[in-house]
């Protein structure tokens, strides 16, 4: 099944979509279109974890030997936005890139966590488009929050596909398109660490709970992007995310995070 | 002798004040956390930092006041440091450093624990992030508990003696600015928590320790270090 948060007429709302049909099934049984409603991202997630360099085509490309352990870093849930959204790209920037991403929603809490086991953790997948500003890379805690937590950079969604729906999803082909033409064209088979592994890796040390995020990294294929750009981020058996870019306001808040109330949803 | 109760009473009354994310600043411009600059001139750093450090601690991290942190055979010592905890009372973006602390609701006392030695150039998720290592609270105190931030002495005992200890002081323009800078690129949500200002890094703790931050105004946290294996019996 796949899973979605939207809102609907004013309401928050969990749904499940039939793609085919591109409709959308509310929980009273109500039947709406995909083009009725506003798209939240896919969970409300609890710690969002991310990689970086877990292809080894994508490593190579920005002149980084494969890492020999998993390199993580964390998201705030300020970073999240849903399918149809806008990722603001402040003016001046020229190396705002794309990433498409597997995205492993866990499901059940748990800690030293096995390989064999890590599946049994896992609730579904989602797509994610960790979007980077590369200028605003420094060698501290690399990458910094200020390329990869920028508010509503990371698109998620368009839902949730139950893990009982993907047997395989290290089978699973990840592509991005700009404006329609392809960027990058991966294969999950090629992630350095799987996600059984980093399952492992990360409750070796903490506890996972149902709700955390893990976006398990991008495969070679640098797609910059401008304002104006619209993105699609895709992946086998899971679906479509669109992004657009957008030019980022420049206004200071006089006093208030007013005008922020739009932008987080 | 009831060496568990008065932990258990401790655990079983206290709670997390803190619903959001804790962010944190490791490094500044001007505060190289008392490392030699040179180390930072080096690889794989190149040049000193030219913008605050931050880190995220996420939720399996926070721990209430009077708890316990439980390591692994693995670890001997964690570093630790005393920290204000800014708690915003609303969505804070694009602020001024004039208007910074505007969106600040209330302050609480952290702990922040790290496994010693880690450096700076890759994020620190497993060095930072074990469960129970940002011990905060123990409440929410509101901005009007604390008459004169600048004044505001932060410590950080261990087994009941001070063991570093700073006061604001001028600090309060950098926090200002600090905040300035984050809320430049992200929202700081209503909820969220900044680590503003800490105790100097370098502090090491070892098992079966006991340890505090405490500020006049804000109160006490207190947590303890212990093994797995003691944890576990």
């Known amino acids: 099944m796949k899973r979605a948060r939207v809102v609907y007429r004013g309401s928050v709302q969990t749904a499940v979509a039939a793609e085919t049909e591109r409709t959308l099934r509310l929980a009273d049984g109500q039947r709406i279109g995909f083009d009725d409603v506003e798209w939240l991202p896919s969970i409300e997630a609890r710690t969002i974890f991310a990689l970086g360099l877990n292809y080894a085509d994508h490593a190579g490309e920005l002149n980084f030997k494969a890492p020999t352990k998993p390199l993580v870093f964390l998201k705030g849930p300020n970073a999240l936005v849903g399918h149809n959204g806008e990722s603001p790209c402040p003016a001046g920037v020229r190396q705002m890139h794309a990433e498409c991403e597997l995205a492993v929603v866990i499901g059940r809490q748990g800690r030293r966590i096995r390989q064999s086991q890590a599946y049994d953790h896992v609730a579904g997948y989602t797509i994610a488009n960790d979007y980077a500003i590369r200028e605003y890379l420094e060698n501290y805690y690399r990458p910094n929050l200020r390329v990869k937590n920028r508010d509503s950079c990371t698109p998620l969604g368009p839902w949730v596909v139950d893990a009982s729906d993907i047997p395989d999803p290290m089978a699973l082909g990840l592509r991005t398109f700009v404006n329609g033409e392809k960027m990058q064209d991966g294969h999950a088979k090629d992630m350095i660490f799987t996600i059984p592994a980093l399952i492992e890796y990360l409750s070796d040390f903490m506890t996972l709970y149902p709700g955390d995020l893990i976006l398990t990294g991008t495969p070679q294929g640098i797609a910059y992007v401008r304002a104006g750009d619209e993105v699609v981020t895709e992946i086998d058996q899971i679906g479509r995310l669109v992004n657009r870019v957008i030019l980022e306001p420049n206004e200071t808040a006089a006093n208030s995070g007013a005008q922020d109330a739009t932008l987080h949803r | ?233």
């Open chain 2, 1 to 233: 002798m009831l060496p568990g109760w008065r932990a258990f009473m401790s655990e079983s009354c206290s709670y997390v004040p803190v619903k959001g994310t804790v962010y944190g600043v490791a490094l500044d411009v001007d505060d190289l956390g008392g490392h030699p600059p040179d180390l930072f001139r080096d690889p794989p750093y190149h040049r000193l930092p030219t913008a605050p450090v931050l880190f995220i601690k996420p939720r399996n991290t926070y721990l209430a006041n009077g708890g316990t942190v439980h390591l692994p055979s693995s670890l001997s010592e964690l570093e630790a440091s005393a920290a204000l905890a800014m708690i915003f009372g609303r969505d804070t973006r694009r602020v001024c450093s004039t208007n910074a602390l505007d969106g600040v609701a209330g302050y609480t006392l952290a702990i922040d624990l790290s496994e010693p030695g880690s450096g700076y150039f890759r994020p620190p998720i497993r060095e930072k992030c074990r469960d129970g290592f940002l011990p905060i609270g123990p409440s929410i105190v509101p901005p009007e508990a604390i008459a004169d931030l600048d004044s505001l002495v932060i410590s950080l005992e261990v087994d009941g003696k001070e063991a570093a200890s700073a006061c604001v002081g001028r600090g309060v323009s950098k926090i200002a600015r600090l905040i300035e800078h984050v809320s430049s690129f992200m929202t700081l949500r209503a909820g969220d928590a900044l680590l503003a200002f800490r105790t100097p890094l370098g502090v090491r703790i070892s098992i079966g320790s006991r340890i505090s931050a405490v500020a006049a105004g804000i109160g006490r946290l207190e947590c303890s270090l212990e093994s797995e294996a003691q944890g576990a019996s």
